[in-house]
């Protein structure tokens, strides 16, 4: 599976951004895919996931409410919808994939795309 993200940028605090992630690969439908983020010199941290159905997504508690992670199946693709954004969203944005169910876990994810760089100025 290879996994391509795009839509980062610069935002003013309180803009949105939409970010995507192109995948390759005939069992894109079977993935569990999620989005990460990560500073310089930190940790990657979790973001959002969904599963292969796009039902019962999960969120890391800082964006509850502003962010929506989809899915569209047919066409290979999950979206990172970002609302409401802070200084503190400012990472690079990593989508990734893995074969089994929702885990927040970072080294629980198989495949993972290049980061895309989201900057929220203050």
């Known amino acids: 599976v290879q996994l391509q993200a795009s839509g980062g940028g610069l935002v003013q605090a309180g803009g949105y951004l939409r970010l995507s992630c192109a995948t390759s690969g005939r069992t894109f439908g079977s993935y569990t895919m999620g989005w990460f983020r990560q500073l310089t010199g930190k940790e990657r941290e979790f973001v959002a996931a969904?599963?292969?159905?796009?039902?019962?997504?999960l969120y890391t508690d800082s964006v509850k409410g502003r962010f929506t992670i989809s899915r569209d199946n047919a066409k290979n693709a999950v979206h990172l919808q970002m609302n409401s954004l802070k200084p503190e969203d400012t990472a690079v944005y990593y989508c990734a994939a893995r074969e089994y169910g929702l885990d927040t876990f970072a080294s629980l994810f198989d495949y993972w795309g290049q980061g895309t760089l989201v900057t929220v100025s203050s």
């Open positions: 969904v599963s292969w159905s796009g039902g019962s997504p």
